[in-house]
């Protein structure tokens, strides 16, 4: 009687799970695959001025320098546009901290509705804000350890952000309107999952480089490959 029992336990384990994987591949399969290579011909970005300056709790220059902080990668966001369909913002809060008096990330894309915490890292003060209309906020003086978070509401590329006190720091958001994006540096290959078949604009989008754009065509289970190539600063 016990091994029926534990034979009938796994039929129906299996026949649970005959109802749910199906669906589940199906729903992959519908979609396809972009992969690409990113390469980069322009000029790379000049040095920025020193930011390693010791400052006050206030922001205010002091005599002696500190540690020079970590220099962030270069990195490019592609994205598609007008992917059709609802996509709701993850629950799960994205970071764009400062630390060593610059942002964690230059370029941070997210989908609408995505909730940003900014933490400050630094023993002194930020006060991180964006001139933006769409996506406004000012989040004020903050010390360190004090963290804001902002939902992003409104599509918007980019959401320039500053700090009130470090005029050298910035960063830029992009808000999405869908999921299908990621981010690459020059000569790495990128990769974007699960898209809905369809002809859309790829959008490769970077501060500094001028942005490019390019068609492509996505077939249900098939994998398009999309080189982009940066090859000019912007003006």
Known sequence: MRVQRQAAFSLLSAGLFTLVLPSAV?????GGTLMGKLTVTAPARKAAASANASTD????????????????????VIYLKKVPG??????????????????????LPVLKGTTVDFTNNDPVYHNVFTNS???????????????VSV??????VPVKVYCEVHAAMKAFILVLDNPFFTKAGPGQ?????????????????HDYWEPVEQKVTIKKGKTTEADVTLDKVQE
């Open 189 to 205: 290959t990128f990769r974007i999952g699960g898209i809905p078949p369809g002809t859309y604009t790829l959008v490769a989008w």
């Open 57 to 76: 709790e206030y922001g205010n220059s002091q005599n002696s320098p500190t540690a020079a902080p970590p220099t962030l990668p270069e990195e490019v």
């Open 133 to 147: 209309q769409l996506n406004k906020f000012d989040l004020g003086r903050k010390k360190k350890g004090e963290t």
């Open 151 to 156: 939902k992003m509401t409104q599509s918007e």
């Open 26 to 30: 199906l729903a992959k399969s519908k």
């Open 86 to 107: 609802k996509y709701e913002a993850p629950k799960k809060h994205v970071q764009l901290d400062q630390k060593f008096l610059q942002f964690t990330t230059r370029v």
